[in-house]
């Protein structure tokens, strides 16, 4: 669409186009160019060297297109802050090299040598971007400061740059050297996957705004524009089309103002009355206020600064020929064995340690707790203590049974059977997990599935990014199931051939996690203009669980997300959505809380086939037992920023 929408818009007049997208996604792009554009040269930019001998005077002779690579785009020279200390009289504080005032940090107070960095270390203090100095303190009352009238004012600095380059890596943005060298060379860009720059302080993202500041027509794509929550859009705003923004007086700092204009601010005030101390005297009572960002998106949002400058496309408005898409919730219920361990041994401990803990506001036990609620029954074996570390002692909570490793347990035997029941249709099963390393559910999968004698392949982040395309086609017509994490594919790749040589209408995510993009991104990768089975996409997860909380979570942003593109759902996670969200401590709230949010059964009256929506689970069988025992297992949108008007 995006290459559709620059060349009609050409209009038959030599051009050039840049595409800034995704590494794996490269030669892709030069392909659908070459079979899409006639007449068109492709070239790829690998690195700055590429682009030295092009010249911004020169007019194309023909239709020119450009392919760089985002993780080339941000590729820089190695750099270091930039300061001087006084060896004379050595007061500690850090200056200016050129001005040779003090420096101070954004909340205007000074900075001094040692100061902590931001990963807690000892540093300069300028741990930020390449910064300048833009605002100092005045010099002491010594009369010889000429912009001050007094000593330690709040001046303006002198601009000069507060960082230098280390000499280790002789290189240069790209980015940075399209938008200071060749300004107007490319008439046209566009961003493929533009939700990934999001981050409002990323190399990724200022290399993205680079390149915006330095085309006249940018389109920007992606399929999951938002997340859920009203922030994912500002930083995307601010650098495509900030017009609108500006008009209505924010800032690029003015995140807060953003969101609670647009987004969902939840506002807690705690009020605490005065108490008696030992001397008789009473003490004085406090209030605090905590606000903090929730899933949600205010409808004005679309009103104000969306709807001159989007265009939002589901697939079935592009083709005609899609074919249907069905989304199961199925819970699964854990054995005996199982629940008793993790509810007694790991939740219970964890809850009550985590009510303690934020009486005190002290959220140090917070991510342990959701990690291993969330790990544990898909990997029930192998755990150390869990705990969290104060005053330089680990301090241990629970201590996870290490449960049987030869027992294949309910939502094991429910993946075998779900990849059977579709083989059994010729029908290949691409399996989603979060969990690779430490507890690597990703392997124990593969051995499973490999003896209950399926044909499994596992893709993993050691194939470079460029060679997964190659690495799928290869190995995907031999295999009956592939295991992967999603964002390994979440972006750009196909799993189908369009040839036939291999087919994932299935797709299954035995873990889902939190992050809706890219949920969103992976769910969507066989439904594809092309496709011709009917596709569907599974999520298998145990009941009364944190799996089970992190489902109706996700559910809700989804909801959420979905309502901004206009698409209203009762099917999958949307029908799974709770109350309430934030995912990490919103998942620890809800148990500590102990509210009902994950309880599936309520949320699952809109899913295609209401008669799959419950496994449940039998006895515990030895893996020797189990693979030879068969048991049947009784919408994506595109979205454009079209500013192609003159």
């Not at 690597?440 to 596992?458: M, P, Q, S």
Request: net charge positive; with cysteine; glycine share 8%.
């Amino acid at each position: 669409m995006g290459l559709s929408a620059v060349h009609a818009h050409a209009s038959g007049r030599p051009y050039r186009a840049l595409v800034f997208c995704p590494g794996q996604l490269v030669k892709k792009w030069e392909r659908e160019i070459l079979e899409t554009i006639p007449e068109a040269t492709v070239i790829q930019i690998e690195s700055w060297k590429n682009l030295l001998h092009l010249d911004r005077t020169t007019m194309p002779s023909g239709v020119e297109w450009y392919i760089i690579a985002r993780d080339r785009a941000k590729l820089g020279a190695k750099w270091k802050p930039a300061y001087q200390v006084r060896t004379k009289v050595i007061d500690g504080y850090l200056r200016c090299p050129q001005c040779g005032r003090r420096l101070v940090d954004d909340k205007r107070e000074p900075l001094f040598v040692g100061q902590p960095g931001k990963t807690g270390q000892a540093g300069s203090g300028l741990w930020k971007r390449r910064l300048r100095c833009e605002w100092v303190l005045s010099a002491y009352g010594t009369g010889t400061d000429e912009d001050a009238a007094e000593a330690d004012r709040l001046v303006e600095g002198c601009g000069s740059p507060l960082w230098q380059m280390t000499g280790e890596l002789h290189r240069y943005e790209p980015a940075l050297y399209i938008k200071r060298r060749l300004k107007g060379f490319f008439r046209y860009l566009i961003v493929d996957e533009i939700h990934e720059e999001k981050g409002a302080d990323t190399a990724q993202g200022h290399a993205a705004a680079a390149l915006v500041s330095a085309c006249r027509k940018v389109i920007a794509l992606t399929g999951t524009l938002i997340g859920g929550y009203a922030e994912h859009l500002r930083p995307l705003l601010f650098r495509l089309s900030p017009q609108s923004l500006v008009q209505e007086g924010l800032g690029w700092s003015d995140a807060r103002a953003f969101n609670e204009s647009y987004g969902r601010i939840e506002t807690r005030i705690t009020e605490r009355s005065g108490v008696r101390s030992e001397d008789n005297r009473m003490s004085r009572g406090s209030k605090t206020t905590v606000k903090m960002v929730r899933p949600g998106i205010m409808p004005p949002l679309f009103g104000r600064h969306l709807i001159d400058k989007c265009v939002f496309l589901g697939l079935n408005e592009v083709s005609d020929r899609l074919p249907p898409l069905s989304e199961e919730c199925l819970p699964v219920r854990m054995d005996k064995e199982l629940a008793t361990a993790y509810r007694d041994e790991v939740q219970e401990p964890l809850i009550e340690a985590v009510k303690e803990m934020m009486k005190r506001r002290d959220r140090r036990l917070l991510g342990a707790m959701v990690q291993t609620l969330l790990a544990y029954p898909d990997y029930p074996f192998g755990w150390e203590p869990v705990g969290y570390s104060k005053a330089g002692q680990f301090i241990t909570v629970a201590t996870p049974p290490k449960l049987a490793n030869n027992v294949i347990r309910p939502k094991e035997q429910a993946l075998i059977d779900l990849v059977r029941s579709e083989k059994g249709t010729r029908r290949q099963v691409w399996v989603f997990v979060e969990f690779t390393n430490k507890h690597d559910v990703e392997a124990r999968l593969e051995h499973l599935l490999t003896l209950a004698g399926l044909r499994v392949g596992v893709l993993r982040s050691s194939v470079p990014l460029a060679r997964r395309e190659e690495w799928i086609a290869k190995n995907a017509p031999h295999l009956d199931v592939v295991i992967s994490h999603p964002r390994l594919v979440e972006t750009g790749l196909d799993l189908f051939d369009k040839g036939g040589r291999h087919n994932f209408p299935t797709i299954c995510f035995y873990e889902t996690g939190y992050n809706l993009f890219t949920l969103r991104q992976a769910s969507r990768r066989s439904w594809r203009i092309g496709q011709k089975k009917d596709c569907r996409v599974v999520y298998l997860y145990y009941e009364k669980t944190m799996q089970d909380r992190a489902i109706a979570l996700m559910g809700k942003k989804l909801s959420a997300a979905q309502a901004l593109e206009g698409k209203f759902s009762s099917e999958g996670l949307v029908a799974m959505a709770g109350e309430d969200s934030n995912m990490e401590l919103a998942l620890a709230r809800s148990l500590v809380d102990r509210m009902d949010e994950g309880d599936a059964r309520r949320f699952l009256g809109g899913v295609h086939n209401s008669e799959t929506c419950g496994v449940v689970a039998p006895p515990p069988l030895p893996i020797s037992a189990a693979v030879h025992q068969p048991q049947g297992l009784v919408q994506g949108n595109l979205f454009d920023v079209l500013g192609l008007t003159d």
